[in-house]
Structures are given as C-alpha cells and as structure tokens.
C-alpha cells in the first residue's frame, strides 16, 4: 500500500513533519484523517500522532482553525463547460479541466449552470442544445467521490438555476448522487459573519457549501441548498476588457453598495473573467488574454493579483470567493494562496492546456456571454456562423 511506504519512508529518514501533507487524489488522507495507521512501532506511533496535530485544511495547517470567511476559495467559473476534446475545444469552454481535476490543483469553488431539460437536470452552457456537460446529478456524484477521497476539504458548489426550478428538484439530484451527506446548513438564514472554522466543517464532515442562484423557497428536507444572494455580493461578471475589473456590487442590486453588502455580513465574490466579443451581444470567454487576466502580478492591470488587492483594499477584506476561467493559467489558485498567507501542500497541477486552441465550430461557440447570470434572457444566436471562429482564433 501507497500509505504503508510512505509511513516506512518517513520513519527511516526521520521526516515527521513532512506527513502534515494532504495529498489529494492519493488516497494517503484518509489514513492520515482517522489515524487508524497501523503503528509497528512506539516511534511510528509518535510520528501518527504529530501528523494528525499537523494535518491539512485546503492545503494548508494554518487554515483548520481559520473560518471558512476568512479564507480566500479560488473558483472554476463554468467550472463544467470544457474547452478540451470532450466538446472538440469549443470556443464557448471556460475551462481546460474539468472539475474534479481543478479540485486536486487546489480549486475550492465549483461554479456551473444547471438546465432542466425533459425532466431532468443537466449542467449546460446557456442552452443545452449549444455545449451540454451531462446530468447534474453525475456530476455532483464525481464531486462527491473525490470528496470521499480528501476528507480534510471543504468545498462550495455556486450553480445558477437557469429554469428557476425548485429547491426540492435541485435536492433530488443532490440526494441520487449521494453528495447530500456533505451539506452544511448555517444556522443564520442571513447573511452572517459567523461561519464555522475549516476544521469544525471537517469534523463534523459537512464539508459542503451549496449556494443557488435563484434558490425560490427553500427546501425543508434539503436546507443545506443556500439561496447565493441572501448569502453573497458578487462584482460585475461581463467584463470585456482587462482594464474593467472593479470591486463595485454588481448583484443583487438590492444590496446597495459593497460596503452595505458587507455591512450586512454578506460574503464578497469577485469575478475575474473577461470576454471576447464577436458583436456586441455575442462573446466567449477570452482565453488570449488569459496569462495576463490569471497572472498572480499586483501590478499589471487586468491582473488577478492586482484585481483581488484592489478589492481588499476597498472592501477593508479579502474576496471570499473568486471565479476565473482556465483556473490552470497563472496559476491562479496562487493568488488565493497569498491571501491565504499560506504555502500550500499536496496538490496536483493540472497539466498546461493550450490558451490558444480554441477551435470549436461557430455553432458550439458564440454561445459564451453572461452564464453567470441568472435572470438573464435567452441570449442572442449568432446569425452569420461563418466567421465565429475565424475572430476568435485570431
Ligand atoms: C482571519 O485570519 C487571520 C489569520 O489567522 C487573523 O489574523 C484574523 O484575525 C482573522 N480575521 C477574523 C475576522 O477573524
Ligand atoms: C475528470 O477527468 C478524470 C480523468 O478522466 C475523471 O476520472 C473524472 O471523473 C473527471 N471528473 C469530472 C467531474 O468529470
Ligand atoms: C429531450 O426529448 C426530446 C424529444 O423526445 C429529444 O429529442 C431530446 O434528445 C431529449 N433531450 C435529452 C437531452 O435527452
Ligand atoms: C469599460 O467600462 C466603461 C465604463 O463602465 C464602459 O464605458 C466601457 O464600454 C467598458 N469597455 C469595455 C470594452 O467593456
């Protein structure tokens, strides 16, 4: 066994503190988290114990005993909306891996649209017929299987509700995927500055936040589904050029500003995507830019770093959740672990995708614009195909 060695290894070298890692994906969590480790000996024992003193949070010891708003999570914005060969790199894909791939690289907020199509719930971009990722409840079941395999994590899910369907709906597919187990219910249903510690989520193993947008009323046998604008203040999601990243409250509107937002003790959500239009009423997301918009840099603009420390110095906090699109460029979970002040362990990089291979047919593209809104309109469908791809690969 993987756990076995490992435990051997770090006996023989004496490398007990290195155990406080939590590779994900490796399977060692789950030994490390009970502490059932077979000890065959009193120094092995010892070594056990350091370790469980020493464990992981998200990556990181000095996040257990922060709470979960005081920790910066980096989001995967359509976080299943894929611009790799599952979809033959279409244009309008958020991102180069898809979302248990983006959980092993550090990503903590999953962000998808969820469409009602014949009575079923599926994870589509804008409309199913144009990029359709699957049933919600398949995906929520891989979601669910890598949480069983990292059981020092915490992770949120943010799915916009694009048929406004109701909250006992969206439940079903949570309880079918078997993901339910992990929802954690606040005690406050408004917005709140108290939120438990990473490790008071762990231990009680409701290591899920769920935030729905619209949510309608709520659903007693599913109250772990968080309505997301009773909860959190997002920044304007349709940015079509680096120099417009703000920090200003975008929705709900009736909010008022930030500062009331956070007055009111709602969780500050930047959105770091920007867009390529193709005409005014058609974009997708602009992955030729991406190494500059993901940079970790404080002082390029249009940069994340630079965006996220623009936000907390006018929010008096940092952004409790930020999406980006192709997470894996800049990395930008490294911003997250600046915030965070943290050194992180036990993650897995994705490997580098092509932020220029963008290819996918003029039907499949175009398609891009607004999926984090809600209560948007249908969006308009490119009339001349021919020349789609032809701008964007440009
Ligand atoms: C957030 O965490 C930091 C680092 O541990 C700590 O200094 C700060 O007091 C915390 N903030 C709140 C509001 O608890
Ligand atoms: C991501 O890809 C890996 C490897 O193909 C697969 O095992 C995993 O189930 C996928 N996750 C999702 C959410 O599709
Ligand atoms: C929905 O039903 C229609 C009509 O039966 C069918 O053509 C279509 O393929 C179905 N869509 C999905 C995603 O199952
Ligand atoms: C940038 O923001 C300004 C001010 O809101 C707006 O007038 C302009 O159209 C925006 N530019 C782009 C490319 O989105």
Redesign the pocket.
């Known amino acids: 066994m993987v756990p076995s060695l490992f435990w051997a290894a770090t006996t023989l070298l004496g490398l007990a503190p290195v155990v406080q890692s939590t590779p994900q994906g490796f399977g060692l969590t789950t030994s490390t988290n009970t502490q059932q480790q077979p000890a065959t000996s009193t120094a092995a024992t010892t070594i056990v114990a350091g370790a469980s003193a020493a464990a992981a949070c998200n990556n990181s010891p000095l996040l257990c005993s922060r709470a979960y708003n005081n920790v910066t999570h980096m989001g995967a914005h359509d976080s299943a909306f894929l611009r790799d060969a599952s979809t033959g790199n279409s244009i309008a894909g958020n991102q180069f891996f898809?979302?248990?791939?983006a959980l092993s690289a550090g990503i903590r907020l999953l962000q998808a649209q969820v469409h009602d199509v014949n009575n079923t719930l599926r994870l589509c971009h804008t409309d199913c017929s144009l990029l359709d990722a699957g049933p919600l409840a398949d995906?929520l079941a891989?979601?669910k299987y890598w949480m069983d395999q990292n059981p020092n994590e915490v992770v949120t899910l943010l799915l916009v509700n694009s048929d406004s369907k109701p909250a006992s709906t969206l439940g079903a597919s949570f309880d079918s995927s078997g993901i339910s187990t992990y929802g954690y219910t606040p005690s406050s249903t408004t917005a709140t500055t108290v939120w438990p510690t990473l490790q008071n989520l762990i231990s009680s193993n409701k290591r899920l936040v769920t935030f729905i947008a619209p949510l309608g009323t709520a659903s007693p046998s599913h109250p772990f589904l968080l309505d997301e604008f009773t909860y959190v203040f997002e920044t304007p999601y349709d940015v079509r050029s680096l120099s417009n990243f703000t920090c200003t409250l975008d929705r709900p509107s009736s909010a008022g500003t930030a500062a009331s937002g956070l007055a009111a003790g709602m969780l500050p959500l930047m959105n770091h995507f920007a867009y390529t239009e193709i005409t005014s009423s058609i974009t997708v997301p602009n992955a030729g830019d991406i190494d500059t918009t993901n940079a970790p840099s404080t002082v390029t603009t249009g940069a994340l770093g630079a965006h996220a420390n623009s936000c907390n110095a006018a929010w008096g906090t940092k952004p409790v959740f930020v999406l980006v699109d192709f997470y894996d460029k800049g990395p930008a979970v490294d911003t997250a672990d600046r915030l965070n002040g943290i050194v992180p362990t036990g993650r897995k990089s994705s490997a580098g995708g092509s932020a220029t291979s963008g290819s996918g047919s003029a039907r499949d593209g175009g398609m891009g614009a607004r999926e984090n809104q809600p209560y948007a309109g249908e969006l308009q469908r490119p009339t001349g195909k021919g020349g789609m791809a032809r701008d964007i690969s440009g």
Do not use: H, L, R, S
Not at 98 to 101: C, D, L, R
């Open positions: 898809n979302a248990t791939v995906w891989k979601i």
